[in-house]
């Protein structure tokens, strides 16, 4: 019989696919597409102390094989996210992962600290990466930043904490060891691209914050390339993310050292698209001989 449990920090998973922060809700609402309990884990979208708005429309646009988003992480605020969202994540047989967003230190080590011993949340992931807030990315483009940032939330969390990197810097390992260093259990990569795209005919920026994430299949080999740096360039696990749209896709990210993986964009495109990649992936292992998922990582 074939493997697909994988560990990431401790913490089991049937498989390994999440689905990425962002695309998934903050709790349930993908439950009338797939069957939640298929999937190795899924990753609620990212909560700050307080609620957030977000940016004003428009907020999101195709762009050549993917999308752009400038949400700005809109969010119930914690509190919320502790009374209405995780009671409904409870019933099922999935890890979920919170990602925890903030505008200052202080911000992330609170909503830590808030989500201290919920049992139904069983890894944090520590935003330093969103490109669509004040704040946002500076943790994540700065080594010395992210470092200190990930001691700090390590102090109060009690869940492991997986850092999720940005993919706009010159040289992401020089990020991943500064949060191995600071004491992640783990690293998640890559959040979006900072793009722009402009509207000719009305001579306007799109998207209203004039700058967005890109994500989807438009960003995957720069994903990949990222993904297999930092893996060879730490010792805690990394799951790996970037326009994943079928198993083999995410197998691309498993031989480049990834432990497990996150489906995005392939959730408004196809909102069954994480339980389909998680059976692609027992094919591809079916048909290509491996027994074991762990016996492919970091392969290449
Ligand atoms: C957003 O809400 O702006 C996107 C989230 C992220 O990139 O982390």
């Excluded at 505008?103 to 919920?118: C, F, K, N, P, W």
Aim: aromatic share 4%; glycine share 10%.
């Amino acid at each position: 019989m074939k493997n697909t449990k994988v560990k990431i920090a401790g913490v089991e998973l049937k498989n390994p696919v999440f689905t990425s922060s962002g695309t998934f809700g903050t709790s349930d609402e993908f439950a009338d597409f797939i069957d939640i309990n298929k999937l190795g884990g899924i990753t609620t979208k990212g909560v700050a102390p307080v609620p957030w708005e977000g940016n004003p429309a428009p907020r999101v646009t195709e762009i050549p094989s993917g999308m752009m988003n400038c949400i700005g992480l809109e969010n119930p605020g914690v509190d919320v996210f502790i009374r209405r969202d995780l009671p409904k994540l409870a019933k099922y047989d999935t890890v979920v992962m919170a990602n925890v967003c903030g505008h200052s230190v202080d911000d992330y080590a609170t909503v830590a600290e808030r989500l201290e011993d919920i049992p139904t949340v069983k890894l944090l992931e520590i935003n330093i990466s969103c490109p669509n807030v004040s704040g946002g990315t500076s943790f994540g483009v700065d080594p010395k930043a992210a470092e200190e940032i990930t001691k700090r939330v390590k102090r109060v969390a009690s869940q492991p904490i997986i850092v999720k990197l940005s993919p706009n810097v010159t040289d992401i390992t020089e990020i991943a060891k500064a949060c191995e260093s600071g004491g992640a259990d783990g690293i998640s990569l890559i959040n979006s691209l900072t793009g722009m795209v402009i509207d000719v005919k009305k001579r306007k920026f799109v998207l209203s914050n004039k700058t967005g994430g890109m994500s989807g299949p438009a960003i995957r080999p720069l994903a990949v390339r990222m993904v297999y740096q930092a893996a060879h360039a730490v010792s805690i696990p990394v799951i790996g993310m970037g326009g994943i749209m079928t198993g083999e896709d995410a197998m691309q990210f498993i031989m480049a050292g990834a432990t497990a993986v996150s489906v995005g964009m392939a959730n408004f495109h196809d909102p069954g698209a994480s339980v389909r990649i998680v059976k692609e992936i027992e094919r591809f292992m079916d048909e290509n001989g491996i027994d074991d998922i762990n016996e492919v990582r970091g392969c290449v």
